[in-house]
């Protein structure tokens, strides 16, 4: 049994050990009562040591999720912990020091958020004010001693003697209102400012310190920690009731604990009463807009504040800078209610309202004029609508087009068109004077149409127009009535497109805008492309033949081009770009090589290359060629790749970079940025290759199958006829990317596919198809022995042949490859299948029988 007991009492311990070290990171599940007050303390010194307070500690319990019960007792201990801590300080407190309160104030909960109010709570002015979790309007306890503040039971008095004599003391005072003062005896001050307070002990302590009387000793008396006060709170309020509150504590305090009115209650009228009598009357309008505190009073114990039901309200809507409802006093006129809105919006209209009120038996509307806003006293449910200004204007006219400054002017009295003309300050260059248009409203609002002769009317030979109210006049520019003017430059120039027209403007101009000509331009063979406006349309363009200067030196031009002129830069016939092959594998000199002829074949780049090595083996030598679906790199794209290269080659460090090295690094990227918007804009692809494309990959999607097209293929050779007899037909001519591959003699063969053990064997001489397929295992079942075929190291193939009832394999070479296919899968017939095959024979038979005569005894 006493086993069971400790067993059970190391469980607890333990239990309430891992709470305790698992409460802040799982204080959701915490259970209070389980915590002792010293367990409470340290988990609160390790919340304190991560920059946490009590209430952030219950906040963070109820966001946890600690039910509604569980904080409440959480809140209650912390509570009753922070109180027990502050008992135990030293009673003697310098004037520095924190002051405290005597007592437990009542917990006053956080208010909701604005989003719970209704729309009509909302509208109230002044409701929002107790719900802002910002304000709550608690008094500060560490001010300065206040000499007005009235002493009561639980005060804490502080009082220091120095000069002469020293000494302090601390006094509390007692239920009966009084301090016991060792030596003096009991002093009444409960109800006495702390100004008579101050004199009263005084007084009585200069019975044992006689300098205070003579003026060598002084005598401070400072107020400690404070006493709490209960308030009752009644009336139309959210939580009307009984509340603990600090005794600097001041009616807006109390409001704000108990949630402040609600709909009903009175925001102007609330009334503080003490000993049964009205102490004052409080307006909260007067913090609102005024921000004073009417009320400086501070609440005592058994004060009672109530809040009436609300006597006036009104309400304001409209262009005001806030709308809602609004309590008005007997005593105020519109004008305070205006000002309670914060005015006018600029767009209100000011000089009129308009008024719904109730009366007996209806409702009725009445206008109020603006003379009359300081006599007009508002009613309870009186609504005012405030409206808005006309969207119109009173005096504008206004010009647009081709002005150094079109706008809008004001209407002023005879205002003509000339006048508004030079009030824009007159016409661009670019104005279209034979004819503008004026847009006129007339009285009806419907639209006129004015045809104005500009040039007429700014020479004088037109009468000037006068203008009206909403007149508009646009004066077009010249430009707009016409296609906008353009050059196109295409062909062997570094920035083809299109460019601005200029009057007077040669072929040489336009080339010098395209950045010049690329190296194989022929500048003596230059199109001029001109539309053709001929009366029966058979004429679609011009062509001008054009020859200029190469270096664009100015020279005498027949051709001036024309708007719309179309330039075509041909290229030069004889010029060639750089083009590449690649040899590698077993040869001398691998590498690449420059094609020097357009005929040049695989012969001479085995010449050029140094011959074989030891260990070639030219019977398996293949061709990889670029075939015409490969994209290679633009003439820009690669030179756009090698002025980057020249480039990232210029020097980096401040040392070796000089001026020149700065101007050709900014004079190599504009080219490069030039480069790319020529490949953009030309991507060079034959659109018949494009079409190509286009039309496999089409197909490909109909019929949903798989195509891959392939940018290169690989091109079998015979190399050894090629050596024997050059520039034949087996020596191809090259072209750019081609590859030559020569290989090392290949000793072995592969087979793959329906064989029982694929695998690659040594080539033996003389060895045939069947004898590498045995060393493979043989045929599989599914073996389709009749398309075998052989794939050679130079990519020819050649498939096995019938001749009568004979099977010819083909040969088999080093480096070569086997491949056996599988034979095509075949569906078994079906039951309805065979159903209709009997069906068939019979129909079949019943026909023959009726086409055989019978014999002739029958």
Known sequence: ?????????????????????????????????????????????????????????????????????????????????????????????????????????????????????????????????????????????????????????????LIDIYGASQQSYDLKVSPDGKVLVPNVGPISVGGSTIAAASARIKSALTQIYSGLSSGSSSMDLRLGNIRTVQVALAGELNRPGNYTLPAFASPFNALFAAGGPNENGSFRHIQVYRDSKLLTEIDVYDFLIKGSHSSSITLRDNDVIIVPPVRARVELTGPVRREGFFEVKPNENLNDLISFAGGFKPEGYKDRLTLTRMTGTERKVAEVEAAGFAAFVPKDGDSFRIGEILERFENRVQISGALNRPGTFALEPGLTLGQLIQKAEGLRPDAFVNRATLYRTQTDYSLAIVPVDIQGVLSGKVADIPLQREDVV??????????????????????????????????????????????????????????????????????????????????????????????????????????????????????????????????????????????????????????????????????????????????????????????????????????????AANPEVLMVDQYKKQTIETLAKRDSIQVEVKTTELIGIDLEAILKKPNSSQDLILMEGDVLSIPKELQTVRMRGELLFPTSTRFQQGAGFKQYISRAGGFTDRSRKSKSYVVYANGNVNRTKRFIFFTIYPRVEPGAEIVVPQKPEREGMTAQGWIGIGTSLATLGLLINQLIPAPAGN
């Open 474 to 679: 646009n004066i077009p520019s010249r430009y707009e009535l016409q296609e906008e003017y353009y050059l196109k430059i295409s062909g062997e120039v570094n920035s083809p497109g299109a460019f601005a027209f200029g009057e007077n403007m040669r072929v040489a101009d336009l080339v010098l805008q395209a950045g010049g000509f690329k190296a194989g331009a022929a500048a003596g063979r230059i199109e001029v492309v001109r539309r053709k406006n001929s009366d029966d349309g058979s004429q679609i363009a011009e062509i001008l033949p054009v020859a200029i200067a190469a270096d664009l030196s100015i020279s005498e031009t027949p051709i001036i081009l024309q708007p719309f002129d179309h330039v075509i830069v041909r290229r030069n016939p004889g010029y060639r770009a750089e083009q590449l092959v690649r040899v590698e594998g077993e040869i001398l000199y691998p590498g690449e090589y420059a094609l020097t002829s357009s005929d040049e074949r695989i012969s001479d780049l085995l010449r050029r290359s140094g011959g074989f090595t030891a260990y070639s083996y030219p019977k398996g030598a293949t061709l990889i060629r670029r075939n015409e679906y490969f994209q290679s790199p633009t003439e820009a794209q690669q030179q756009q790749q090698l002025l980057q290269s020249v480039k990232s080659n210029l020097p980096l460090d401040s040392l070796n970079r000089s001026e020149l090295n700065a101007q050709l690094e900014g004079r190599i990227q504009k080219d490069i940025d030039n480069k790319a918007k020529a490949t």
């Open 1 to 157: 049994m006493k086993l069971r007991i400790l067993l059970l009492f190391f469980f607890f311990a333990l239990a309430s050990t891992t709470l305790l070290a698992q409460s802040l990171s799982d204080i959701g599940k915490v259970k209070v009562d389980m915590l002792s007050d010293a367990q409470l303390q340290e988990m609160l010194d390790r919340a304190k040591g991560q920059g946490l307070n009590e209430s952030q500690v219950v906040s963070m319990a109820r966001e946890r999720g600690m039910p509604a019960a569980e904080v409440g007792k959480l809140q209650q201990r912390l509570s009753k912990l922070k109180q027990a801590g502050r008992g135990a300080q030293v009673a003697s407190t310098s004037q520095g020091e924190e002051r405290m309160m005597e007592g437990e104030l009542t917990e006053v909960p956080a208010p909701p958020a604005l989003e719970t109010l209704s729309p009509y709570q909302q509208k109230i002015f002044g409701f929002t004010l107790f719900y802002n979790k910002e304000l709550n309007f608690n008094p500060s306890l560490n001010i300065p001693t206040p000499q007005g503040y009235v002493l009561g039971a639980g005060d804490q008095l």
